[in-house]
């Protein structure tokens, strides 16, 4: 069976930044550390000076959902989508009151796939924000953001 490695919160920035490169056609830094992606993501108006304090830590589903949908918004121009309503099939959307539009943006935008589980009457979707993102998710995931409009 093959081993689920999770991405952690350093590595998720720098790779944004990396797709970030290959979809401009440029390089935007030189050789720089992961914690200077972040303070950069943070300059930018993206990432929150707290999330230094995480450079070692894997990242979950809702914080990488605020990460992509803050960048969305404040870096590449983006409005929110207004209406979210249909974000609501995800019947753990309010479980985190602070990341609802960030997961419904994100999910609305087909950038981070929900999650399908047995349910009562049938299978049931959920964001499952807790969940760590595995680097195979996130690959799949930072490939996903600059192909939205």
């Not at 990341?99 to 964001?127: S, Y």
């Amino acid at each position: 069976m093959k081993s689920v490695s999770n991405i952690l919160f350093g590595d998720f920035i720098k790779r944004l930044y990396l797709e970030r490169n290959a979809y401009e056609g440029e390089k935007l830094f030189g050789e720089i550390t992961d914690g200077e992606y972040v303070r950069r993501a943070v300059s930018e108006g993206w990432a929150e000076s707290i999330d230094l304090t995480e450079m070692d830590n894997p990242v979950e589903r809702r914080i990488a959902a605020r990460l992509i949908h803050e960048y969305i918004r404040n870096v590449l121009g983006i409005s929110d989508i207004p209406d979210i309503s249909s974000a609501s099939a995800l019947k753990d959307l309010y479980d985190c009151r602070t990341c609802v539009n960030h997961i419904a943006q994100v999910f609305l935008r087909g950038i981070i796939d929900p999650k399908e589980i047995p349910g009562e009457n049938g299978n049931i979707l959920i964001f499952d924000g807790r969940a760590t993102l595995s680097e195979e998710e996130a690959d799949a995931v930072l490939g996903r953001v600059f192909s939205i409009s």
